[in-house]
């Protein structure tokens, strides 16, 4: 085998494996063949001969390349740690002897990886792992957006071949009470498989069994640990102890695994009841539903994927059962096999996070993501900075090591190596951060009534690997542009003297630093401008109604099996009896609350209007008691408001809002016109108010129609209803009243989220107030970052020139041309930077435009306002070091060095 | 091939390798035909067989090797014992020395097993 002729020449980079095996062996045999063919024999018989004698080449020469390519990566492995320890020994020996710098620079970096961490962790916990305590969850599929009715459950579980097991639940809003208090809790319907089916143990006692589920079993429930914690403060054993829900006793038999919360991110799960006997105690509002009737849908479904089988073969087993059902009820089922498509059936993971209005959560963590890599960026740059000032005081260390021979290469890779050394060390100050910061966040929660404290947010290894790897490319960010930078080759020249030449190019880089650093600065604090001012225009906005003095309490009575008379009882007994004290002003009660997020539309009919053709849209209800609109104090603006003299028996009546006169009676009275609602309710106009912002501040005006609670108590009477207190003082005050007034008049009827409306309703401006508070935070982070970099790139700037500036004041340079001297290069950096921040601004801002209330992404003071902030600052950590320039005293100045 | 010759042991070859490099720096070749003349062929090694254990005992550390010019100014790669060799040739041949002792003992005993 003749090797090809330019292989030898590599010969001069390392010694070629091959190469090398197959010489040896050809001379080995070429030997033989000589020594032979001297004994006589022909060449032909002597090479035979030779190989013969020799053996299997083929093999022997594979055998030989093997060792020599083992042996060839096992050294330059060896070398390659040996030179790595060498690094890390020097790095560590290096930072040890400059505490100062090496304390400065892992703080910072700490800060920007923490930061980062933290945001990492949330994302970890919220779209990479959403189901704690479900076993292997990439095998669980939900159907989204698809309810069934018990029957119809059978009937898939039945025929999916491609599943090992399906189950079934409906998340329940409950009243749960141990005798001495009534609370709500998100209860779980689910099949007796349940637990199974996800693989979820039990922490104490044990989960719901297939046999919890069987007809006649005695009424059991399993917690979560959440709820356990929560509802049992006192640590005492929950294992039996009997809790009633919405009236009917059950018998805690278990506490689920530590996290598991259900299968929805957003409403999470804090007890499960098996289907069977929650149905056997069901509440009246029930009526005429049971568990085998086909006609009520309203069980999610999630399932396990046997072993070997996909999600398609799951998703057409579904889909075939479904066609067999919409052919074999069609009274029941028009589309169920519409519904079983990939789009619907899902991995439970996916279908977890669907339900938190998911493209707002994953924009609002994008958002955090680019401030949290900002904040890195500028926390990299100030340790480059700081990198580039100590590379000066080496110069003489690298200048003479360079001297003596060392490859630029390897002087590069020193300084990296220090680099990441300090990177390391910062990353683990990073994960001190991001637990102090995961700690901070569990009492946060954020809009669409999402806590982060139902997320598991922790540090585990992706979050440390994250950490890592992280932190090793800000190593490289930070420290390659300094390495390259300090080991050129004109530092040759360092050698003579502490000549400046070099130090000019290295302030260019310190300059393009600091320019950078301004520019994103700039950026993270027009965010927080932009949200600032968003929050002022939102809690500025007239909502038409005053909410200041008002107190609400939410209430049940239809869990509780009340019936309507006896509920209009309490309602009105609940209203006298409030009404009586001196500092309330009015007590109402309503099914909805303004700025509240559920929302009734029904389907109606108006004298006087025709809608157009194939509009079905209803109009939003609100059925209320008379003094409701009194207590928002929303204007009458034509007619009478409710009074006591609606009662049931009464002409039902009803208020419309301004909208709603305008748009279905436009120049025609509204007073007198029937509205119907249904056959059996039709109600005649009495008034118009006011339009209020029903549901948030930046919609459009709505119809809504208000109608009389004591008309509407055998329907929306048993529904949730809030008590609405109108006080003369702080509304906090009244909060303990209203929940004497509620315990007393009816102490079986469970009573929930008693607070100020303000609390109420604060979800409205959350995202606004989550952009100030994490933008503004980070923002100030950022200011500090930069204000120190602009501190140490112009107080370098003046320790470098102490002697030029000490020539100048000898010669009699005034302090304002000193000051000019050391600031306008530094000055003209900065406004360089703010311009570049303001053109990033402008292209990031549109990224948060949808969380911005009332004002354009562009605004002119949000801008003006960071620009000016940030000039200020800047000013100020640049005048500092610029004064102490002014107090140089040339004798010193011009003697030393 | 001679019907009085002996298949090697595994692993006797190292030690035959370590003791044949032991005096100089020698090729591949030169330690077939030492061992060749030396057992008077008694020993058949299989010559290829040779340079995967010369590998081996280069990549262990206990030979070392360099390429130079051989009696007939052809290129060849020298090996010779590194001092880890030189013990553990010392080592290997007190064992194999007792090794060897014990077996010609057993078999020339005397007396049978009682």
Redesign the interface.
């Known amino acids: 085998m003749q090797p090809l002729a330019w292989r030898r020449y590599l010969r001069f980079w390392r010694p070629d494996v091959e190469d090398?095996?197959d010489?040896?062996?050809r001379?080995?045999v070429?030997?033989?063949e000589?020594e032979y063919t001297a004994a006589g024999r022909t060449e032909r018989e002597a090479r035979a001969e030779a190989v013969r004698?020799?053996?299997?080449?083929e093999?022997?020469r594979d055998?030989?390349y093997e060792?020599?390519h083992?042996?060839e990566r096992?050294m330059r492995f060896t070398e390659f740690m040996y030179g790595l320890r060498n690094d890390i020994v020097f790095a560590l020996r290096q930072l040890a002897r400059n505490r100062g710098f090496t304390i400065a620079a892992v703080l910072t970096l700490a800060l920007g990886i923490g930061a980062n961490g933290l945001v990492f962790g949330l994302v970890n916990a919220l779209l990479l792992h959403p189901l704690p305590g479900v076993a292997a969850p990439d095998r669980v599929v939900a159907v989204n957006n698809t309810y069934v009715s018990y029957p119809s459950y059978r009937d898939f579980a039945r025929s999916n071949a491609a599943l090992s097991g399906l189950a079934a639940f409906s998340d329940r809003n409950t009243a749960v009470s141990d005798g001495k208090r009534t609370e709500m809790a998100s209860a779980a319907v689910v099949t007796g498989n349940y637990f199974a089916v996800l693989g979820v143990a039990p922490s104490h006692g044990r989960v719901l069994v297939p046999r919890d589920d069987d007809p006649g079993a005695p009424p059991v429930a399993v917690v979560s640990a959440a709820f356990a914690r929560h509802f049992f403060p006192d640590g005492a054993e929950v294992i039996g102890r009997v809790l009633d829900l919405n009236g009917m006793p059950v018998t805690i038999v278990g506490i689920a695994e530590n996290d598991f919360h259900g299968m929805q991110l957003d409403s999470p799960e804090e007890l499960w009841v098996p289907a069977r006997a929650w149905m056997a105690l069901a509440p009246t509002s029930f009526n005429g539903l049971n568990l085998d009737g086909r006609g009520w849908s309203w069980l999610g479904m999630i399932g396990r994927l046997a072993p070997g089988a996909t999600i398609q073969q799951a998703t057409a087993a579904f889909h075939t059962s479904a066609v067999h059902q919409d052919a074999s009820y069609p009274d029941n089922y028009q589309s169920l096999a519409k519904r079983m498509t990939g789009d619907n059936v899902v991995s439970a993971g996916q279908a977890a996070i669907s339900g938190i209005a998911h493209g707002t959560v994953v924009r609002a963590t994008a958002i955090v993501f680019v401030v949290v890599a900002i904040v890195l960026l500028i926390a990299c740059a100030n340790v480059s900075n700081l990198l580039l000032a100590r590379a000066m005081s080496r110069r003489r260390e690298i200048g003479i090591r360079m001297a003596v021979g060392a490859g630029r290469r390897r002087l590069v890779r020193q300084l990296l190596t220090e680099s990441g050394v300090l990177a390391l060390a910062a990353s683990i100050f990073g994960l001190l951060a991001t637990q102090a910061g995961m700690r901070a966040l569990s009492h946060v929660t954020l809009p669409e009534g999402f806590s982060v404290a139902t997320v598991e947010v922790h540090i585990d290894w992706r979050v440390m690997m994250y950490t890592i790897v992280l932190a090793l490319v800000a190593s490289v960010i930070f420290g390659v542009a300094p390495a390259l930078q300090s080991t050129r080759h004109d530092m040759a020249g360092a050698l003579k003297d502490g000549s400046p030449g070099a130090g000019r190019r290295r302030l260019t880089l310190r300059r393009t630093l600091l320019i950078a650093q301004v520019a994103l600065s700039l950026v993270l604090l027009v965010g927080a401008g932009l949200f600032a001012r968003s929050l002022q225009r939102a809690l500025a906005t007239d909502p038409g109604f005053d909410g200041a003095h008002v107190a609400v309490a939410s209430v049940n009575a239809g869990l509780i099996r009340s019936d309507s008379a006896r509920t209009g009882q309490i309602y009105d007994a609940v209203v006298r009896r409030l009404s009586a004290m001196p500092n309330v002003r009015f007590a109402a009660w309503g099914t909805t609350l303004p700025l509240d997020r559920g929302s009734d539309s029904e389907g109606f009919q108006l004298d006087g209007y025709t809608p157009p053709a194939d509009d079905h849209t209803g109009v939003e209800t609100n059925d209320v008691t008379p003094k409701y609109l009194q207590a928002f104090s929303i204007p009458l603006m034509r007619g009478r408001l409710f009074n006591d003299h609606d009662g049931p028996s009464a002409q039902h009546v009803a208020i419309i809002n301004e909208t709603a006169a305008r748009r279905f009676l436009p120049g025609k009275d509204p007073l007198g016109r029937r509205i119907m609602f249904g056959s059996a309710d039709t109600a005649i106009i009495v008034g118009v108010v006011r339009d209020i912002k029903y549901h948030e501040l930046r919609e459009d005006p709505r119809p809504v129609v208000y109608r009389a609670l004591g008309q509407h108590l055998t329907t929306s009477g048993l529904t949730p209803v809030d008590l609405v207190v109108m006080s003369t003082g702080a509304p906090s005050a009244a909060l303990g009243e209203i929940r004497q007034a509620l315990h007393e008049v009816a102490p079986e009827v469970p009573v929930y989220d008693v607070s100020t409306f303000a609390d109420r309703t604060g979800h409205t401006v959350l995202a606004q107030r989550l952009g100030v508070f994490v933008l503004g935070l980070f923002s100030l982070l950022a200011l500090a970052i930069t204000a120190v970099g602009i501190y140490g790139v112009v107080g370098y700037g003046v320790t470098q020139r102490t002697q030029e500036i000490g020539i100048r004041v000898a010669l009699g340079a005034r302090v304002g041309a000193i000051l000019s001297l050391v600031l306008i290069e530094n000055f003209a950096s900065i406004l360089l930077g703010l311009v570049i921040g303001i053109a990033v601004s402008v292209a990031l801002a549109r990224l948060i435009s949808s969380f911005l209330f009332g004002i354009s992404a562009v605004d002119t003071i949000a801008f003006g306002v960071a620009s000016t902030v940030l000039l200020l600052v800047g000013t100020v950590a640049a005048l500092i070091p610029a004064l102490r320039a002014t107090r140089v005293n040339p004798v010193i100045a011009l003697r030393g060095d | 091939m001679a019907t009085n010759s002996v298949d090697l042991f595994q692993g006797t070859l190292d030690v035959l390798i370590l003791k044949a490099v032991s005096w100089a720096p020698v090729h591949g070749y030169s330690i077939a035909r030492w061992l060749e003349q030396t057992t008077d062929d008694v020993l058949r090694v299989e010559e290829g067989s040779l340079y995967p254990a010369l590998h081996r005992l280069e990549a262990r550390g206990l030979l070392a090797s360099e390429w130079g010019l051989s009696e007939n100014n052809r290129r060849a790669k020298f090996y010779e014992l590194t001092p880890k060799g030189r013990r553990q040739l010392r080592v290997e041949a007190s064992t194999w020395a007792r090794f060897a002792d014990a077996v010609s003992r057993v078999l020339g005993a005397t007396a049978q097993p009682a």
């Open positions: 090398d095996v010489e040896e062996l001379f080995h070429d030997m033989r000589r004698r020799f053996g299997n080449v093999a022997v055998a030989c060792i020599g083992q042996q096992h």
